[in-house]
């Protein structure tokens, strides 16, 4: 179990924004949160066309500023060379972290229309195989089970394979469970993955979004949390005072019990993240 603070990693995550509104308000959250000192900002990938785009410009900003960024990269529906032509951008750019990640089947797409990568595991082969250490390569990890996995065990197998193909790290899938981490973490060291697993922490701000999302994503809202966040109706303040309680005892809990560090799921707003970081102390 790590006991001094500083070999913890600390990271917040972006979203890139679709309007020029959004992206000011984005600068001001980085400009805030880049007080607090992390190791990174990550940012989200949209496949193909203009959300890439926007990915882009996002990262070109981060980097102008001189701020450490780990863009995430999915592979499905991209090919060899397309994911090669950005990883080359990201390198002149002096870019070397990644999040390597599947991504999200197209609506109406089959697995036979998903390009020459249809894993994370390949895209983590690909950038080993062409840059070897150069990159530090995050995979996802999903304490709760992937929601298309058949079962846990798959599912483990399947991270296994991530790691096998040489990723650095992992960033968990947000949940409020931390019995669910921790067991998780067993499961991989039964099996022979030693590669520190940093739980993603996602703030409460507002219940009817966050159940929305986690009703997508498989990520579990427990009973007693889903009930009591429900009493509160639309009392957003209350939600919000009751949820970075919540959410501060989560972070306490996995830093006491040995998590590696936190990765905050932004939302681009700066106050939850922050709020929880001067709960915590840090």
Not at 154 to 172: C, M, P, Y
Request: hydrophobic residues 35%; negative net charge; glycine residues 8%.
């Amino acid at each position: 179990m790590h006991t001094e603070t500083d070999q913890k990693i600390y990271s917040f995550e972006l979203f890139p924004p679709k309007t020029e509104k959004g992206f000011e308000k984005m600068q001001q959250t980085v400009s805030t949160l880049q007080a607090l000192g992390p190791a990174y900002f990550s940012v989200t990938y949209g496949a193909g066309g203009s959300t890439q785009q926007r990915t882009f410009d996002t990262v070109d900003w981060l980097c102008s500023e001189k701020i450490v960024t780990a863009p995430h990269l999915s592979c499905i529906g991209s090919d060899r060379d397309e994911i090669i032509e950005i990883l080359e951008h990201y390198k002149s750019q002096r870019i070397n972290r990644l999040v390597a990640l599947r991504g999200d089947l197209p609506s109406g797409v089959g697995l036979g229309g998903l390009g020459e990568l249809s894993n994370a595991n390949q895209l983590v082969e690909l950038v080993r195989e062409t840059y070897g250490n150069y990159f530090h390569i995050e995979v996802a990890a999903y304490p709760e089970v992937h929601p298309q996995a058949v079962n846990a065990e798959e599912d483990l197998g399947f991270f296994k394979r991530k790691v096998n193909a040489g990723a650095n790290s992992a960033i968990t899938q947000y949940f409020y469970n931390p019995d669910a981490y921790f067991r998780f973490v067993d499961d991989c060291r039964r099996v022979d993955v030693e590669i520190p697993i940093v739980p993603g922490i996602m703030p409460i701000t507002n219940f009817i979004q966050l159940a929305r999302f986690s009703d997508g994503c498989g990520a579990e809202i427990p009973r007693w949390l889903r009930k009591r966040l429900e009493g509160f109706g639309d009392d957003l303040d209350a939600i919000r005072d009751y949820g970075s309680e919540v959410v501060t005892r989560l972070c306490e809990r996995l830093l006491e019990g040995g998590a590696p560090g936190l990765h905050f799921y932004t939302m681009n707003q700066a106050a939850p993240t922050q709020t929880i970081w001067k709960n915590l102390g840090l």
